[in-house]
């Protein structure tokens, strides 16, 4: 996995697989999910990061982000199928 920031945006991006990105889905306001082909996630893409680093602590997360990030820091495989909950999570908000 590897990750790439863009100041002049303020986003983050982590990038799960490399090739061409055929599809991509706003997850939330801050979460944009990039697919490739065969609809598997390629990379994840979070807007106002610098601003989401500075509220941790002040509000709790959604499990489900827990979650995601104890995946990333094990590089799990299972990460499509979590997506799908988060997705589901985030439509219900």
Same mark, same amino acid.
């Given at each position: 996995?590897?990750?790439?920031?863009?100041?002049?945006?303020?986003?983050?991006?982590?990038?799960?697989?490399? !090739?061409?990105?055929?599809? *991509? +889905?706003?997850? *939330?306001?801050?979460?944009?999910?990039?697919?490739?082909?065969?609809?598997?996630?390629? +990379?994840? +893409?979070?807007?106002?990061?610098?601003?989401?680093? *500075?509220?941790?602590?002040?509000?709790?997360?959604?499990?489900?982000?827990?979650?995601?990030? !104890?995946?990333?820091?094990?590089?799990?495989?299972?990460?499509?199928?979590?997506?799908?909950?988060?997705?589901? +999570?985030? *439509?219900?908000?």
């Amino acid at each position: 996995m590897q990750t790439k920031y863009f100041p002049e945006n303020d986003a983050l991006t982590l990038i799960l697989r490399k !090739g061409p990105l055929v599809d *991509s +889905e706003d997850v *939330s306001d801050r979460v944009i999910v990039h697919y490739a082909k065969g609809h598997q996630l390629a +990379e994840i +893409e979070i807007l106002d990061f610098t601003q989401l680093l *500075s509220s941790l602590g002040k509000e709790p997360l959604p499990k489900s982000w827990k979650k995601a990030i !104890g995946m990333f820091a094990h590089k799990k495989k299972s990460l499509d199928a979590h997506m799908k909950k988060v997705r589901a +999570e985030w *439509s219900r908000s």
